[in-house]
């Protein structure tokens, strides 16, 4: 059993950087794809980047292509995002997930594990 949980958010200026973790408390997250999805304010859920089992291979949401890097340590059952370049449209509460092997329905299928998210503003 997987149970995520993001930290790292805060308050950053524009051009600033931040790092999201996500830790796997169960200490299974090398068994799980993982992912970071985003909610902007008044927006829908949205895909940012996965990670898969091993860390070879990656995937982002283009606007976001070239300032963000997924990464993850499996022997400390965490994930990384590394957000550099913020924009104030980078605003959002950022959570992580998991997509357990045997479930595997690609970076952008679907997912069956959340964590409690984590806010990240960006101020102008």
């Known amino acids: 059993q997987v149970q995520l949980v993001e930290s790292g958010g805060g308050l950053v200026q524009a051009g600033g950087s931040l790092r999201l973790s996500c830790v796997d408390s169960g200490r299974t997250l090398s068994r799980y794809t993982v992912a970071w999805f985003r909610q902007c304010p008044g927006k829908e859920r949205e895909f940012v980047s996965a990670i898969n089992w091993s860390g070879h291979s990656t995937d982002y949401t283009d606007s976001v292509k070239g300032r963000f890097t997924i990464s993850r340590d499996n022997a400390k059952n965490t994930v990384y995002l590394q957000m550099n370049s913020l924009k104030p449209e980078d605003t959002a509460v950022y959570y992580c997930?998991?997509?357990?092997?045997?479930?595997?329905?690609?970076?952008?299928?679907?997912?069956?594990?959340w964590g409690q998210g984590t806010q990240v503003t960006v101020s102008s």
């Open positions: 997930a998991g997509q357990k092997l045997q479930n595997y329905s690609g970076f952008r299928g679907s997912y069956d594990t």
